[in-house]
């Protein structure tokens, strides 16, 4: 099925459960879900420093795979996405929580969705997925829809660290010698430099606080321009918090290893036995629960699921 815009894409992959889970994260399970997600609220709730009277906002919210773990956390919640077959999963997965809302996306834009409206807002693994005018308007949309002073976190592929061009150089070998009349996947993977990001927060009205490139993506940290908030003392707060919200280094050698086995050909045992001493780091654990599902769905091209991941 060739989709001709975002929704009918995400709605598409969106059509079962499970699919709405690999779509997101590629776990098509529960457990990943909440482990990856736990991983990434983190970083989120680090990011944007949340407080108990925070408004979030989530760009993209796919299943509630973030908005599940940070919602206790704040005032209220708001979930958006393109897609109502995710939405379905993420209120399903939310109903327990009072204070969360919940809004179906028609476009590039947060129509009705008022203007100021919300203190922080946050949007993970999106903007890979969408064209650069639409990046654009989209933060255009976020700058508007936050109070002035009010903080943004994002994410997206970085083309200018080596693990990240080579996950470029992996879409790129999916069009030599394709079809040149073909139109290609409406929300494939795009991929943005650091300097690039500037550009763009500069140009919709935000304030660069802080940028973590170290790592196949660009995360970063703005400010909507006004208010009160001190931008140096944020600045230093972003800084002193590096390490609990970039990406670790360790995190990058294993989605090095996933990337080589799943776009490269090299052997899913080789990343298996990089999965084996938990004492490197949390992600070990996190990222073998992950490549278990991933190799679940992959038997018939990698063969039966190891015993030691069963």
């Known amino acids: 099925m060739e989709a001709k815009n975002y929704k009918s894409f995400w709605d598409n992959k969106a059509s079962t459960k499970i699919g709405a889970f690999i779509a997101v994260d590629g776990s098509a399970n529960e457990d990943v879900a909440r482990l990856t997600g ?17 408004r979030v906002l989530e760009l993209g919210c796919g299943v509630g795979r973030i908005g ?6 704040v005032a209220h919640w708001e ?3 393109i897609s109502a077959n995710m939405l379905g999963v993420a209120r399903e997965r939310l109903a327990d929580h009072s204070n969360v809302g919940f809004t179906e996306l028609k476009r590039s834009s947060l129509d009705g969705i008022a203007t100021d409206s919300f203190s922080k807002a946050y949007c993970v693994a999106v903007f890979i997925h969408m064209d650069k005018e639409d990046f654009l308007l989209y933060l255009e949309e976020l700058a508007r829809v936050l109070e002035p002073g009010g903080l943004l976190f994002f994410d997206t592929w970085n083309l200018a660290h080596p693990v990240g061009w080579r996950r470029f150089a992996i879409e790129v070998s999916q069009y030599r010698g394709a079809d040149p009349g073909q139109r290609k996947d409406v929300a494939r993977n795009q991929f943005a430099t650091p300097e690039e990001v500037r550009l763009y927060l500069e140009h919709c009205g935000f304030e660069l606080l802080a940028m973590y490139a170290d790592s196949p993506w660009v995360q970063s940290v703005a400010m909507k321009r006004g208010g009160s908030r001190d931008v140096v003392a944020e600045r230093a ?5 590096a390490a609990r919200i970039a990406y670790t280094p360790l995190w990058t050698e294993l989605f090095d290893m996933m990337v080589r086995v ?4 090299l052997s899913p045992q080789a990343a298996l036995d990089a999965l084996g001493d938990d004492t490197r780091g949390e992600e070990i654990a996190m990222f073998r629960v992950w490549y278990r599902e991933l190799w679940r769905h992959n038997e018939q091209h990698w063969g039966p699921l190891p015993a030691g991941l069963a």
């Open 68 to 73: 599940r773990e940070l919602a206790p956390k």
């Open 237 to 241: 707060r972003l800084q002193r918090d």
């Open 79 to 81: 979930g958006t996405d």
């Open 262 to 265: 799943t776009g490269e050909g």
């Open 38 to 54: 736990a991983y990434t609220a983190r970083q989120v709730d680090c990011a944007l420093a949340l407080t108990a009277s925070d």
